[in-house]
């Protein structure tokens, strides 16, 4: 991915951006699980992408107004937050770091902000419900074994989550190639599987954190489901054949019928999908493009966002997520519409690099920087942000979205 090396960290000093952490958690993992972690779909061009557009995009600085109070909190789907955050699922945390799910949960639960925990997280749900007291949010990948489904929707209610994210971007598998390259899905030469084991001693932080500690690493929602697998091969192996791509608008109404709280669509790209959404009587999408982990080559999902907002954000709340790395990324998110962010690799990367305190010290550093660019940009309050608070009201010649020059903010 595009993010430039950050010479500060490589000189052992303190992180102090979200982005220091990614070179942190680089020299921690073994390389196939920062690879797994940075990596995304073909050339990875949509996850550069992601974060370039954001870059694209001008903060309008104001000045001589009252900005001495200020507010973050926002409540997202029913559910009061401090800062308009959500630790967005991720597959497999906990072989980032010794129980990452609670750990990231608990740093979600400190700061105010949700955490979601995956269908196929290392640590389950009931983990997760025991080392936390807030409530925090379930995501589920429909399974052709819709009793088990049915089961996993029954856990996460018994734990009290409000909010079930439907990931629907998953009907099949993008390649990720540097996991190809990196035998994830075995196929490794004798030579290369030397080379992993070297790799794997050379990282003895890890080894002691996540491979002793850590166990036992299977995926703890699906233990139950696949009572012999003995590595994490094989429960990948029980997962791929799940995967159900002859899902449909239809089987919404399944999901409904077996779920009494919110329901939030993730991986929502298309005006037509949003609008079939807002149809449907979703509670919220997220704008998400996997974070170019699916479908290499489409558009960055801030570039897609205002045209979603603009046709259906008065039927539904509109969460985006995909190459979110700073509180100014935040700010600009809600100008063009967003209500709240979902952060993917930034929390992989700190819960890797530090655990626990490096999620609340990310989470620190994303509520300063959305301090700042409030203040700076002269709004007191997360929920006055709107396009007026961009240059060009935020539209990026990528987008050209017509929709969106209707708001646009003077110079
Ligand atoms: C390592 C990794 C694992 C992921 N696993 C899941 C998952 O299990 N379920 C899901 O809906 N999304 C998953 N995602 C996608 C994220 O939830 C999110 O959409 C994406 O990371 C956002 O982009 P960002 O990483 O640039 O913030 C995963 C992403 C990464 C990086």
New binding site residues.
């Given amino acids: 991915m595009s993010v430039k090396k950050n010479e500060t960290c490589g000189l052992g000093l303190a992180p102090a951006t979200a982005s220091d952490y990614r070179e942190l958690a680089r020299k921690r993992l073994p390389r196939h699980l920062f690879d797994?972690?940075?990596g995304a779909a073909y050339e990875e061009l949509t996850?550069g992408e992601?974060?370039q557009a954001f870059r694209r995009l001008h903060l309008r600085q104001r000045v001589m107004r009252d900005v001495s109070q200020l507010n973050l909190s926002s409540r997202v789907l029913g559910q009061e937050l401090a800062l308009p955050l959500i630790l967005?699922?991720?597959?497999?945390?906990g072989a980032m770091a010794c129980r990452a799910e609670v750990q990231a949960a608990r740093a979600a639960e400190q700061a105010g902000v949700a955490f979601?925990e995956?269908?196929?997280?290392i640590y389950s749900i009931e983990e997760v419900r025991a080392a936390t007291r807030a409530p925090f949010w379930y995501?589920l990948?429909v399974m052709r074994d819709r009793g088990y489904t049915r089961s996993l929707l029954a856990r996460a209610q018994a734990a009290g989550c409000p909010v079930l994210?439907l990931?629907v971007d998953?009907a099949v598998m993008g390649a990720r190639y540097r996991d190809v390259r990196n035998g994830m899905a075995g196929g490794l030469s004798p030579g290369g599987k030397l080379s992993k084991a070297w790799d794997l001693l050379s990282h003895p932080q890890w080894l002691l954190d996540v491979a002793v500690r850590g166990k036992p690493l299977t995926f703890g929602n699906l233990t139950v489901a696949v009572p012999d697998a003995r590595s994490l091969l094989e429960f990948k192996a029980w997962v791929d054949s799940q995967f159900d791509s002859r899902i449909t608008w239809k089987d919404l109404a399944w999901v409904r019928e077996n779920w009494p709280g919110k329901i939030v669509l993730?991986?929502i790209l298309d005006l037509d999908d949003a609008r079939e959404a807002a149809a449907a009587g979703v509670d919220g999408i997220?704008v998400?493009n996997?974070?170019?982990?699916q479908l290499d080559g489409v558009a960055a999902?801030i570039d897609a966002l205002p045209r979603i907002a603009d046709a259906v954000g008065d039927r539904l709340e509109i969460l985006m997520?995909?190459?979110?790395?700073s509180g100014l990324d935040v700010v600009k998110a809600l100008a063009l519409g967003a209500k709240a962010c979902?952060?993917?690799?930034?929390w992989?990367y700190a819960v890797a690099a530090r655990g626990e305190a490096g999620v609340a010290h990310m989470l620190s550093i994303m509520r300063n920087e959305m301090t700042v660019a409030l203040a700076l940009c002269g709004v007191t309050d997360v929920a006055a942000l709107n396009r007026e608070m961009l240059l060009s009201g935020g539209v990026s010649e990528a987008a050209g979205s017509p929709a969106t020059t209707a708001h646009v903010g003077s110079p």
């Fill in positions: 797994y972690l940075d996850a992601n974060q967005a699922p991720l597959g497999l945390a979601c995956s269908t196929v997280s995501q990948y994210v990931t998953l993730k991986g997220v998400s996997h974070g170019g982990r999902s997520d995909g190459g979110v790395r979902m952060l993917g690799r930034a992989g």
